[in-house]
């Protein structure tokens, strides 16, 4: 009874395998120039995201450095 079940496992981890062969050739990868754009879109919005956030902790330093009369 354990062999079948051994033999049943494999063929479930075979069938899994060529699922995921057959899933990974429906993708649909971006080009090159894609990849490069979305880049570039995400590098612009980090640097305008670090810019807001620096300036809230410079603002919020001065605010408790005023409020501690330091």
Do not use: H, Y
């Amino acid at each position: 009874m354990s062999e079948e079940k051994k033999a049943n496992a494999f063929k479930r981890i075979g069938r899994s395998i060529r699922n995921m062969k057959g899933e990974m050739s429906r993708v649909v990868w971006p080009s090159r120039k894609q990849v490069f754009n979305n880049t570039g879109v995400v590098l612009i919005f980090m640097g305008i995201a670090a810019i807001i956030i620096g300036g809230f902790d410079l603002i919020m330093a001065e605010l408790v450095r005023r409020a501690l009369g330091a």
